[in-house]
């Protein structure tokens, strides 16, 4: 860290003395992810490439030997890493903070570098974006990337109700941050719809739905299915309390008597993968419940191929019922049939002709719901092709256009 400081101040030293001869257009993106678990981060950064820009991305670091490198075009700078099994709320805010204070040196240092031309940083904490006050001043316009809607999220993690005083600094925290960016991104227009309302006007808050690049996430892509012996059901993502795995869990018995030889993969690690692994085993549930360790974005595809159904069981619980699953997005462009709880997002966005709904927490009609596709044959592919009308439309093709036309206007205001 004192090197980093010791180079921030040699830059300072040189920033006006030193023009800057290429006339490129230059990006940072800041981000608290591993750039390997983040599809999202990686399909951004590369539409700027592909628009001309050079690109930098700060994120956390798989290890402390992984070393800064680049990957597509794109310069990688992982400043911290991060415990995945972290069960205190205490220690994944330290980290937060921690992250914070180190996104501001290497932010700034790389800045005096480069001259950025647009920072796109994404939340949560919310405040980290005023790490490039420094960039903003001289000029850098400054995009807010709301992927988790911090107040709720924050209720959910802290279990406390809206009226608490830390709900309410949080808040406040959202408010001057859109006030401070050039432009703000959600994810699904119920936030943006949240936000207006107490935080930025709707002409500076825009909707990217986070679906995943075509490139990489396509049916035809989709080798021939492997494993062939069972009716495979497939979780990917954290294994976080909202997202609904132990009501998959508790739901797979049930699965078992209507489907004998069904099979559920879960891929991707978090704060309960061992109680769910200890769950497991005491149904008995080892034989057909196989557990594995997450995997890059763009091998996702290769894994998910031998899925016969992708299960989103997010619970409809503050923070989760407004969110959209990323992964019913991939299943989707996959051309994988899924079955999904019905939160209010996921009513907002799909309809019964498109995906399998269960009631939210719903174990058994979870089960219902498997065993009733697992019958029908022509059911999934009907569900999967009409699904992938979504994708034409609102896929990362589409939604790319809204997101360059908001780089233009920062570019040309």
Not at 146 to 160: A, F, Q, T
Not at 166 to 171: G, P
Request: glycine share 4%; charged share 25%; with cysteine.
């Amino acid at each position: 860290m004192s090197q980093l400081i010791r180079n921030f101040m040699k830059s300072i030293k040189t920033y006006f003395t030193k023009a800057d001869i290429k006339n490129i257009p230059k990006a940072c993106f800041l981000y608290y992810v591993r750039f390997d678990k983040s599809a999202i981060l990686y399909r951004e950064a590369k539409a700027l490439k592909d628009k001309g820009f050079e690109v930098d991305i700060i994120c956390l670091k798989q290890s402390t030997k992984e070393t800064p490198k680049a990957f597509d075009g794109l310069n990688l700078y992982y400043i911290q890493s991060r415990a995945f099994s972290e069960k205190r709320i205490t220690e994944y805010f330290l980290r937060l903070f921690l992250f914070y204070i180190k996104s501001i040196l290497v932010i700034n240092y790389l800045w005096l570098i480069k001259k950025y031309d647009i920072i796109h940083i994404t939340s949560p904490p919310d405040i980290i974006v005023f790490a490039a006050m420094i960039p903003k001043l001289f000029g850098a316009k400054i995009i807010l990337d709301i992927h988790d809607i911090g107040p709720e999220l924050y209720m959910r993690k802290l279990n406390v109700p809206e009226n608490q005083l830390i709900i309410r600094i949080l808040k406040y925290f959202e408010k001057i941050s859109c006030r401070f960016a050039d432009h703000v991104i959600t994810v699904t227009d119920l936030w943006k719809e949240k936000l207006i309302k107490r935080s930025v006007p709707s002409s500076k808050c825009s909707v990217l739905l986070n679906v995943p690049d075509e490139e990489i996430f396509k049916a035809s892509a989709m080798k021939k299915k492997q494993i062939i012996d069972s009716f495979n059901l497939f979780y990917h993502g954290s294994l976080e309390e909202h997202f609904g795995v132990d009501t998959l869990l508790k739901a797979m018995p049930i699965i078992k008597e209507y489907v004998p030889n069904a099979a559920l993969h879960i891929y991707g690690g978090g704060r309960l993968l061992e109680e769910f692994k200890i769950l497991t085993e005491n149904l008995n549930m080892k034989e057909y419940v196989h557990f594995y360790d997450g995997v890059p974005f763009y091998k996702l595809p290769e894994i998910l191929s031998d899925a016969d159904l992708g299960i989103v069981p997010t619970k409809n619980s503050i923070f989760s019922d407004e969110a959209v699953s990323m992964k019913s997005f991939e299943y989707i462009s996959l051309g994988i049939p899924i079955v999904i709880s019905k939160t209010k997002a996921h009513s907002y966005y799909y309809n019964s002709s498109m995906v399998k709904f269960f009631n939210p927490k719903d174990g058994r009609d979870l089960a219902l719901s498997v065993a009733e596709l697992y019958k029908d044959s022509e059911g999934r592919k009907r569900l999967a092709c009409n699904a992938q009308t979504f994708i034409k439309a609102f896929g990362w093709s589409q939604t790319k256009k809204t997101y360059y036309q908001i780089i233009d206007r920062l570019m040309n205001g």
